[in-house]
Nanobody, 118 residues
Framework: QVQLVESGGGLVQAGGSLRLSCAASGRTFSMGWFCQAPGKEREFVAVISWSGDTSYYADSVKGRFTISRDNAKNTVYLQMNSLKPMDTGVYYC??????????????WGQGTQVTVSS
């Protein structure tokens, strides 16, 4: 059983930046980030392969967000730049999934709140 702990969320003005971290208690394979806005379903944001050489992004965050990982620390990161109010939501880290579908992931963190003010 792998436990995931997110950190780095907060309140930021539009145009600002945040860096989310997700620490895993053990080895994981692919890792992803999802966002759940108020009243909406959890949506895919980004995913990265175990080696870190392959990553995919939702169209809405391409060019603004970057996913990376440090396997020595069992940690994945999400650098979020040029934040917009539409990015507001609870960001969840997930591990050992197949890509864009949240149902495919085996492990989830508790989530971290990101609020972007206009």
């Amino acid at each position: 059983q792998v436990q995931l702990v997110e950190s780095g969320g907060g309140l930021v003005q539009a145009g600002g930046s945040l860096r989310l971290s997700c620490a895993a208690s053990g080895r994981t394979f692919s890792m992803g980030w999802f966002c759940q806005a108020p009243g909406k379903e959890r949506e895919f944001v980004a995913v990265i392969s175990w080696s870190g050489d392959t990553s995919y992004y939702a169209d809405s965050v391409k060019g603004r967000f970057t996913i990376s990982r440090d396997n020595a620390k069992n940690t994945v990161y999400l650098q979020m730049n040029s934040l917009k109010p539409m990015d507001t939501g609870v960001y969840y880290c997930a591990a050992d999934g197949l890509g864009f579908d949240s149902n495919d992931y085996d492990y989830w963190g508790q989530g971290t709140q990101v609020t972007v003010s206009s």
